[in-house]
């Protein structure tokens, strides 16, 4: 089974692009024989985004239509366990929390 490893970028930084631009090119160096590699796109505001564009530099040309394909999430820890839950939180019918084993 492998790693399931949360790569968090941007943020408040003043060196929120550099970030974003070195996040990225991590999230792509990694073995991905070995790791699960999930991008966690932190806005300026520190909202946490996860989404199928989240790791593609090229979509940080238009960041609105960047949060409106990506689904927002907070980090929530449960029974020892660490997840990627989708915020709002839904009581029913919304998506599944997302465990993972590593944050960088």
Do not use: W
Request: net charge neutral.
């Amino acid at each position: 089974m492998k790693t399931r490893v949360a790569m968090l970028f941007g943020g408040k930084s003043v060196e929120h692009e550099v970030s974003v631009i070195s996040g990225i090119q991590a999230v792509m160096s990694m073995d991905t024989d070995k790791y699960e590699v999930i991008p966690v796109y932190m806005t300026k505001r520190n909202e946490m985004y996860i989404g199928e564009e989240i790791g593609k530099i090229e979509s940080y040309k238009n960041i609105d239509e960047l949060l409106k394909k990506s689904q927002r999430v907070i980090m929530t820890n449960e029974d020892g366990k660490v997840f990627l839950t989708p915020f709002p939180v839904k009581l029913f019918g919304g998506k599944k929390p997302v465990e993972i084993d590593v944050a960088f």
